[in-house]
C-alpha cells in the first residue's frame, strides 16, 4: 500500500541521549516535512525538504537535525540539545507546495 | 504571515446532531486542507478545498476564498466523529502549512 510509515509508534530516550525517529515514504512525493505537537496543541514546523539533498528549518528547529539522502526517507534526530523533547513527532510528505499533504502515524517520544 | 484561527475551540454534541466548523484566515491562500486527528494521533485527510464545497458521505467542506474563510460540515454525528479536527494554510513560502489550534469535537452516544 502506498503511505508514510512512521517508526518506532513508541519510544523512550534518557536524558541527553539523541535519538533518530525514521520517516519512509512510497508516494515518491519530492517534499517531506516533520512536526511536533504538544499535548492540546496544533502542530509546530521542525524541518521540511523540497528536494533530495536539500532541506530547511521551520519555526523550531533548534535541538533537531535531519538529512535527505534518499527521495524517500527523511529521518529527524532529536539530539541532546533539545531542551523538552517529549512530545508527539508527525511527518509528512506532499508532491509540491501547493498539493495536499499526507502524514504518517506519528511517533510518541518520551524522555525519562 | 497569514493566520489560522479556528472555532468553536471544543464542541459536545449528542450522536446523531449536526455540528459546523469554521477556519478564519487573515490572508488569501492557495490551498486549504481539513484534518481529523483521531484519538490515537492519526491525521486523516478530510478534504483538500482551495475553494468551492466538496462533499465525501456525511461530511461536506466549503471555502469562500475572497471572504476568507472555510466550513466543515458533519451531519448525523457518529461517536467515530470525535477528536480533534484541523485547518491548515500554506505560509508565504508555501511549503510550510500554517495550523489552526483545533476545534476538539466530542459526540456522546
Known amino acids: 500500500d502506498g503511505g508514510i510509515t512512521q517508526s518506532p509508534k513508541y519510544l523512550f530516550r534518557k536524558e541527553g541521549q539523541n535519538v533518530t525517529l525514521s520517516c519512509e515514504q512510497n508516494?515518491?512525493?519530492?517534499?517531506m516535512y516533520w512536526y511536533r505537537q504538544d499535548p492540546g496543541q496544533g502542530l509546530r514546523l521542525i524541518y521540511y525538504?523540497?528536494?533530495?539533498?536539500?532541506?530547511q528549518k521551520g519555526d523550531i528547529a533548534e535541538g533537531y537535525s535531519v538529512s535527505r539522502e534518499k527521495k524517500e526517507s527523511f529521518p529527524l534526530t532529536v539530539t541532546s540539545a533539545q531542551k523538552n523533547p517529549t512530545a508527539f513527532y508527525l511527518c509528512?510528505?506532499?508532491?509540491?507546495?501547493?498539493?495536499?499533504?499526507?502524514f504518517g502515524q506519528g511517533t510518541r517520544l518520551t524522555v525519562v | 504571515g497569514i493566520q489560522v484561527e479556528q472555532s468553536p475551540p471544543d464542541l459536545i454534541l449528542q450522536e446523531g446532531a449536526n455540528s459546523t466548523l469554521r477556519c478564519n484566515f487573515s490572508d488569501s491562500v492557495n490551498n486549504l486542507q481539513w484534518f481529523h486527528q483521531n484519538p490515537w494521533g492519526q491525521l486523516i485527510n478530510l478534504f483538500y478545498i482551495p475553494s468551492g464545497t466538496k462533499q465525501n458521505g456525511r461530511l461536506s467542506a466549503t471555502t469562500v476564498a475572497t471572504e476568507r474563510y472555510s466550513l466543515l460540515y458533519i451531519s448525523s454525528s457518529q461517536t467515530t466523529d470525535s477528536g480533534v479536527y484541523f485547518c491548515a494554510a500554506p505560509r508565504d513560502s508555501n511549503y510550510q502549512l500554517i495550523w489552526g489550534a483545533g476545534t476538539k469535537l466530542i459526540i456522546k452516544p
Open positions: 508516494l515518491n512525493h519530492d517534499a
Open positions: 525538504s523540497q528536494i533530495v539533498n536539500d532541506f
Open positions: 509528512a510528505s506532499s508532491w509540491t507546495e501547493d498539493t495536499e499533504a499526507f
